[in-house]
């Protein structure tokens, strides 16, 4: 089969799929390219989706050992595996049908296969059927994504060293998991093995757990984890992984020197890289750099004037919501409109329980830069509403600029953090300062407080805390 198109999208991630149903928005010729049935890409069939659909079922499954405390007890949590594997895919298949149908309401030709550039205007398609599709096109959208990383000895080939993929199919709760890699998907997926009761050990490489975050917020969920670990260890690598039995035999190597431990199952977390061998790709102009992300400009484009690339396959943060925003820069500047990727805040959250979450500039990343900055905090325990949710750890700062009072950076860990953070965005995103923040009514009792309130203690004039400004 031969066809032509304006725009082919391969990859059908959320930057692809982003990216083909605006561009038929704009009235565009479309086709999609992926080996799926369905777009949704890592994120929602092997990423963002499942992993939330677990971590919703750990929190409850949390909760329900915590009521006691509150005079309520609902028995030890009974495990259906089987039921909690199946509701999560059940939500998948939902979201990913979902997007096959608005794809085909908007007319987007969806090719299930895998694509290759036969040169800077052109493609094939090889389907798992064995047939090839042949597709011209005025501009491509890579947008082929990242898999897991598994660097020098964590690349064994066994059924019990699980990457993020294998992990959330559950294929067993065992008894005794090692995480290796304290970040994103450490965090998230070891907090799920630990609610649903496998002693978890998570190591991380460096000298603290989600390095980028500032560590003030870290400190509110590496409390909580260190009660639900079994260990947490801090500058530790793994030197070697070896089969044991039904098990796995690793030797890790911290502070005090090596050191032998035997796991049921190991999940190595320890990043991602991009997905960036696209065959074909040396038969055009597209450059990568060193760590293999292909090279764009402010809109997306890649060395190849017909080609843009977007998300995980163009750098760090790897994050779906960056990949989609991408996604919709590249096409309209396809569409030849004035548009370019400069966020000042892309959101971070981290979905453990409590939840963290960042955006904009960092305490952290301000004094790494010489930045004078004054960071105001308000403390979750002064909320009234993170008091009668029983969740007063928490914290929620600002980082502000002391001259123009301007907020350049917003960081909450505390329960629903990831939803909160949204205002930090739009704070930062608006050039707003601490005194817009503080005027603006905030509804009572809310966790959406504490981010006006951090503005009061910004003017030391806090209701619930008491700090009196020192300058
Ligand atoms: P992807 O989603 O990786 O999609 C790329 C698609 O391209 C894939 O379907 C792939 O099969 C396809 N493809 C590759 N090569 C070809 C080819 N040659 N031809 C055709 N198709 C091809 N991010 C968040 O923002 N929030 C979260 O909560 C979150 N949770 C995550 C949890 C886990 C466990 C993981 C692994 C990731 C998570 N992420 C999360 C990251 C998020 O999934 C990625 O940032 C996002 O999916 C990137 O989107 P993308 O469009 O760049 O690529
Ligand atoms: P990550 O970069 O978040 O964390 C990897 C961690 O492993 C780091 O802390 C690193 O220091 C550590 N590490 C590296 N090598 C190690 C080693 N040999 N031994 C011990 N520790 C080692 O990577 P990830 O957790 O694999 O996630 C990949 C990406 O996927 C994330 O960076 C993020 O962009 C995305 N993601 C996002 C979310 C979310 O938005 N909630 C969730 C999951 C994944």
Redesign the pocket.
Known sequence: MTSSTQVAVIGGGPGGYAAAFLAADLGMRVTLVDEAPNPGGVCLYR??MP??ALLHVAKVVTEAREARHWGVDFGEPALDVDRLRSWKDESVARLTGGLGQLSSQRGVTYLQGRAELTGPTSARVSSADGGVATLGFEHAILATG?R??A????ALDSDRVWD?TRALEIPSVPESLLV??????????GSVYAALGSKVTV????AG????ADRDLVAVVARRLGRACEAVLLE???TALVEDGDGVSVTLKGRDGESAQRFDRVL?????VPNSDVPGLDLTAVGRDSRGFVVVDGQRRTAEPTIFAVG?LVG?????HKASHEARIAVEAIAGHKAVFEPAAIP????TDPEVAWCGLTETQARAEGRAVEVAKFPWGASGRAVTLDRPAGVTKLVIEPESERILGVGIAGTGA?ELIAEGVVAIEMGATASDLRLCIHPHPTLSETLMESAEVFFGRSTHVYRPRKR
């Open positions: 990423g963002c992993s939330k990242s897991p990383a660097p020098g000895p964590l993020s290796v890699g304290g970040g994103y998907i450490g965090l998230e997926l190591v991380e490489m460096t757990l989600l390095p980028g530790t690598t793994v190595v977390a320890v990043g991602r995980d760090e943060p790897m994050l779906a971070a959250v981290v979905f990831g």
